[in-house]
């Protein structure tokens, strides 16, 4: 029987009115976080390099006209007539690629790490992760399950305004599982339905929140090498995409293994919450792939924190140039019994698995398939925002060029959220969401890290700033 997928007409409907709910809410003068230093009406980027990433090609010494949030006019900056009462700033030497965008992010620190001897580390304001990420070049962050529905709503709403001090959040809330299933402990707050009655009514209790997508975890966990846990039933997981559907809202659904994968896309899923790790995947998942007009987010750092949490950890105290992380944090996971007790707790990945996760995701960017920049950050061992970072790297280096990384964490994802006519790209009439660079990303892309400023809704925030505002 062929999947119900949401009619045009409605789900065209529902994002039309999400996307006018969200330029409403941007025009709010609330701030949030922190009110930023109050902005001229027009700013100018003068003599800057933009990266235009749908090319995966630069364009030199052009300027950018913001008025009122939004980018108003993008030319060659020998054609710039200043406009009257407008600030400029000179950035010659200086790139501009659009917001970056986390697909897979919870919000957490990801520092805790279980049992002894490691004492645990206490979890920050979700606002105070929000204000890093946006300093590290973040405007927009998907969260892929969040367990408190009233904090997300509330989270949702103050964080969209240019105004405040951390990045646009957008997301699910409580994601669907079963008893004894992934995601079953308490501190997730997961609905776990056991008739498809109650799972119909789980998503329109959340569709009611106001989410962006619904989260359901369909996995027996195999890709990790740990013992199997028990699996979602596909009659309850059709009934919630079905349900998902009929509510205007994509389904998003956490299959690791090919076989679940496939399942999930048959049943009519929007997007796979993680690479696929146990197997590579064939034509015939192509295809599903193709059908669904589906996602794919890849959360490498996850899978590379899982393979050897010690050198994880290293390549990420590497980058960590601000010292957003504490020195024994590290030293404890870097560290023969830290790393015992992480693995002992979370298992040790397969390295294979990596290999099989890294080249689906050549395979599915080289098939066309939109795949998305994400991380699971908040997931012991995958710190905030640095992991984020990090992930654009190792999708170069498993294989995708620096303008296809770009694209998975710009403008594919603003597509998946319905969001393409407002962020993704550089372009006039888009949301001034912008991040001025120190280098060519192009060139590299570790450059993402060289952050000068971030441009919000219009908005310029100072990363140092930022940053010293997010510490307690």
Request: hydrophobic letters at 45%.
């Amino acid at each position: 029987m062929k999947p119900i997928r949401p009619a045009r007409s409605t789900s065209r409907t529902r994002e039309l009115s999400c996307l006018t709910a969200l330029l409403a809410v941007l025009l709010l003068s609330r701030p949030a976080v922190g009110q930023a230093v109050p902005q001229p009406s027009t700013i100018v980027l003068n003599h800057v390099a933009i990266v235009d990433v749908a090319e995966s090609a630069l364009r030199s010494d052009m300027a950018i006209v913001v008025r009122d949030q939004r980018i108003v006019q993008v030319l060659p900056a020998s054609a710039l007539e200043v406009p009257d009462g407008s600030e400029v700033l000179d950035l010659p030497g200086k790139f501009v690629i659009p917001g970056l965008i986390d697909m897979h992010n919870h919000l957490g620190s990801g520092e805790n790490i279980p049992g002894p001897p490691v004492r645990p580390v206490a979890e920050r304001d979700p606002r105070e992760s929000l204000a890093q990420l946006l300093a590290l070049g973040f405007t927009t962050v998907f969260a892929t399950a969040y367990a408190s529905v009233t904090e997300f709503a509330e989270l949702r709403r103050a964080l969209l305004p240019a105004t405040a001090s951390g990045a646009r959040l957008l997301g699910t809330t409580r994601s669907s599982t079963v008893p004894g299933g992934h995601s079953s402990q308490a501190r997730f707050n997961a609905y776990m339905p056991t008739t498809t009655d109650q799972a119909r009514a789980n998503v329109r209790e959340t569709a009611a929140v106001g989410v962006d997508a619904i989260k359901i975890i369909y996995s027996d966990q195999a890709h990790t090498g740990g013992p199997p846990v028990p699996v979602m039933s596909r009659e309850i997981m059709t009934a919630i995409i079905e349900e998902a559907h009929l509510q205007g809202l994509k389904a998003y659904v956490h299959a690791p293994t090919l076989d679940h994968a496939k399942e999930a896309l048959r049943a009519g899923a929007d997007g796979l919450a993680h690479s696929v790790a146990d197997a590579p995947v064939d034509d015939e998942f192509i295809e599903l792939m193709r059908q669904n007009d589906a996602t794919y987010t890849t959360t490498l750092a996850l899978y590379t924190a899982f393979a050897g949490v010690a050198e994880w950890m290293r390549s990420l105290e590497a980058i960590d140039v601000h010292g957003l992380v504490s020195g024994d944090v590290y030293a404890r996971y870097e560290s023969e019994e830290g790393a015992r007790a992480y693995h002992a707790f979370f298992g040790t990945f397969p390295g294979q698995n990596l290999g099989i996760a890294q080249g689906n995701v050549r395979r599915l960017v080289g098939s066309g398939i939109a795949v998305l920049a994400g991380t699971d950050t908040g997931v012991t061992g995958v710190l905030l925002g640095l992991s984020s970072q990090r992930e654009l790297e190792l999708l170069v280096e498993a294989g995708l060029t620096p303008g296809e990384a770009l694209r998975a964490a710009t403008s594919q994802p603003a597509s998946a959220l319905g969001l393409e006519a407002e962020i993704g790209s550089i372009e006039e009439g888009k949301l001034a969401d912008l991040v001025i660079l120190d280098a060519n990303p192009l060139t590299s892309i570790s450059n993402t890290r060289s952050v000068h400023r971030v441009m919000k809704g219009g908005v310029v925030h100072d990363p140092l700033e930022l940053l010293t505002g997010s510490r307690r």
